[in-house]
């Protein structure tokens, strides 16, 4: 590693210490003043924030993040910069409605989601992989083309850019365990948030535990090396940006579920998700519970933006606080700064043998 | 795929560590191809990293540009024949072989491209048709995001944020007009209201693409993400300054006072109710001239080239990076003000939330010019064509307007892989030599 490279990964390092310090030190600073003045500003925030509702929501708005965020790890990972997970979102929010007023079953639809994410994966794992299209143009292609394609199909359908609604996936409860404060928001949950931490822990095991998992990671890091132990690094590649869309899949599909409907207005339901997404891995430098981590952080500010519109402890206009989100992820990205990306990312491979 | 744009990689292109930008690169085996100056060793590497799009010969970028709408759309006729087996109608617009499907891909693309243009077939057609006119007053503004977006591009900077910065620089005009209107009447209006306008605009956008440009330059951090992070923030932010303070009393829509007379763009040969003024053409080709000027003839587009290029060969040869990083950005979000600018003073004649995606549209624009200032006129008139068209496809049939952004996004696609038409083309004149030599030889126009 060059000096340059190592005074960056320094500025990283410290970077997500100083946000996790502040993030620690602002909760804390809010639990004493919840405790000396329950009745302050600050002391009503903390119990906004303490509440096992906030948590509920934070885990609600991380399930599509955290899916594109894993889907963004592999791809990366295995050297193609996925940037179109928020095409992949949209694609899959409105095909998992679609399929599941067609099927009439919400875990029908939930795989006609997959599919229709995995099949758009699929298109732009072919034209980066086969055609060596620039990595990042050919991800801004797949966005664009869903954030066209879904709205045009719900009005083919549904006569305007939002479906019907179809329902939501029934949320689980364990009683006793449910009412526990705060974390019983585990226990209280849809199933899509179990999904979700399921998915984490098992995009860990399979990253870093298996052969594929090594195997995605040697094609980012040094194809020549895998080409030579005789593994098909496009083979790789396409597996991996597939898993791509397969998460990502679930993520759209578990979006639309959350309120069993598609819209797609402006920037449509996903709303910028999968570019979150993108930094929350970035910041999880690339490990599945370090995305969940980081999501949490900007899914747990929106949480908190959503709470404090109903629960009216400071008196700001909503646009303004619907902006924290977006805010804090530039600024988390300002404070990381560059990452160390796997070292054949963006580049295109070709073994020998053409 | 974090803050690496090559302008300020520090690492050196060398180690190929940091690719963003690459393009896919075909460096391997065509360099040596390319331009045959002395210097050629230097900047192989150079190529390799260059975006492809601007490696390509114009011959062959106008090809690919070509070759990539009639596939778009020839993907878009099999959409809308699938959408209109699909949708279930009342009355359908066509039969084939027993079943029926609610829309005619065939109509409506002649609607979309025919209609745009006010149906130059028919007869009695004149320039000045009111179609006409909306297609040329869309083409205005995206003159402006397509150069805003290429000329971040030439830096090696992706400019998402055309989109925020168009939005704030448009809100930034509407407010400076009103208020001088305050202040100034009669001649003295006619003659200021206008400028000032313009000026709010780029100072507006200028600001908005000087965060992320800051943010790259000097705290790392990757420009695509943050500039679309930034259009977000800028449409809840102009929501909210309009909503609370520069509210229309008047009105329930979310939108500030009309703007005088004075400060609205003349309408000139065309009907004033077009919204279209050919002045706003014509200043959108004189910035045309001066981006084209400015990035080929000055020392400082030279500066920027080179750092989209080979970043470290331009700091080697004493460009300030950050500095260049800085200035491009913002001189890019000043292009997309001025769009903003000219959206509010010519077409709305207020500022609105809620304003049409020319900077997503931009982003195509520029990538179907090959990041070239001149041909970012033709691609901008060709999605003039389609925004336009899209206008009077959802008036004559019930094929949802949305169609145009599908193709957007295709034709993104189709130009971003020049290989596939490559091997196309290679397929159909198999035999001839390898045409990698031909194209990287025409890499010329970038040196």
Known sequence: MTDAGLVNSLRSASGRLLIAGVAGLALLALGVAGLVAPDST????????????????????????????????????????????????????????????????????????????TLLAALFAVVCIEFRADQIIAGLAVWLIALGLAPFASSV??????????????????????????????????????????????????????????????????????????????????????????????????????????????????????????VAYLFGNYNPVGALLSTALFAGLDATQLRLQTADVIAVPDSLVQTIPFVAVILVLALVGRTRLPEAAGDHYESGEE | MSGDGPSTDGDGPSTGSDGTLDAGDDGDRAPDAGGGGSDDGRWDAARRRLVRLGQTSVGERVLIAFSALVLSMAVGTVIVLVAGVLATCRDPALTIGGSTLCYDPFFVFDRLFLGALGDPLAGGWSPLNNQFAATLRETTILVFTGLSVALAFRAGIFNIGTQGQLVVGALASALAVLWTASLVSGTLALVTLIPVGLLAGAVGGGFY???????????????????????????????????????????????????????????????????????????????????????????????????????????????????????????????????????????????????????????????????????????????????????????????????????????????????????????????????????????????
Do not use: C
């Not at chain 2, 509210?247 to 939108?255: L, V």
């Open chain 2, 209 to 447: 693409g000087a965060i992320p440009g800051a943010l790259k330059a000097y705290a790392d951090a990757n420009e695509v993400i943050t500039t679309i992070m930034l259009n977000f923030v800028a449409t809840l932010v102009t929501r909210y300054l309009v909503r609370n303070h520069f509210a229309d009393p008047t009105s329930q829509a979310t939108q500030t006072r009309t703007l005088p007379d004075a400060g609205q763009f003349p309408a000139i040969l065309f009907d004033p109710r077009t919204d279209f003024s050919i002045l706003a053409l014509l200043l959108a080709l004189a910035f045309v001239g001066g981006v084209y000027y400015l990035l080929e003839h000055t020392s400082f587009g030279y500066d920027l080239r080179t750092a989209g290029i080979q970043p470290a060969a331009a700091e080697y040869g004493g460009v300030n990076a950050p500095r260049t990083v800085l200035s491009s950005l913002t001189l890019s979000g000043a292009l997309a003000g001025v769009g903003g600018a000219l959206f509010v003073m010519m077409t709305l004649g207020k500022f609105q939330t809620g304003i049409p995606s020319y900077g997503f549209d931009g982003i195509t624009v520029s990538i179907l010019a090959g990041n070239n200032p001149v041909g970012a006129v033709f691609a901008a008139f060709l999605f003039g064509v389609l925004k336009s068209g899209s206008n009077v496809v959802s008036f004559a049939t019930n094929v949802p307007p949305q169609l145009v952004g599908v193709l957007r996004g295709l034709i993104i696609l189709f130009v971003a892989m020049p290989e596939f038409f490559r091997l196309i083309g290679r397929r159909l004149a198999a035999g001839e030599p390898e045409s990698g030599a031909a194209v990287t030889a025409g890499g010329g126009a970038d040196d």
């Open chain 1, 42 to 117: 600050a002391g009503r925030l903390f119990f906004v924030l303490a509440s096992k509702s906030t948590l509920s929501a934070t885990l609600r708005l991380s399930v599509p993040i955290v899916f594109a965020a894993l889907g963004g790890i592999f791809a990366e990972k295995s050297g193609v910069i996925n940037i179109g997970l928020e095409g992949l979102l949209i694609i899959s929010a409105f095909s998992a409605i679609y399929g599941a007023d067609v099927t009439g079953s919400l875990w029908a639809g939930f795989f006609v989601g997959i599919l229709a994410s």
């Open chain 1, 157 to 278: 359908f549904y006569g305007g850019p939002n479906t019907t609604n179809v329902g939501t996936l029934d949320t689980i409860t364990i009683e006793g365990l449910a009412s526990i404060p705060f974390f019983g928001a585990f226990f209280d949950a849809s199933p899509a948030v179990h999904l979700m931490l399921l998915a984490v822990l098992a995009s860990w095991y399979v990253l870093n535990r298996t052969t594929f998992g090594r195997w995605v990671r040697a094609a980012g890091e040094n194809p020549k090396a895998l080409d030579t132990a005789g593994v098909d690094v496009s083979r790789v590649r396409y597996a991996a940006v597939l898993l791509s869309g397969v998460l990502s899949g679930m993520g759209g599909a578990a979006l639309a579920f959350n309120i069993g409907q598609f819209t797609g207005n402006g920037p449509t339901m996903v709303n910028g998700k999968g570019f979150i997404a993108i």
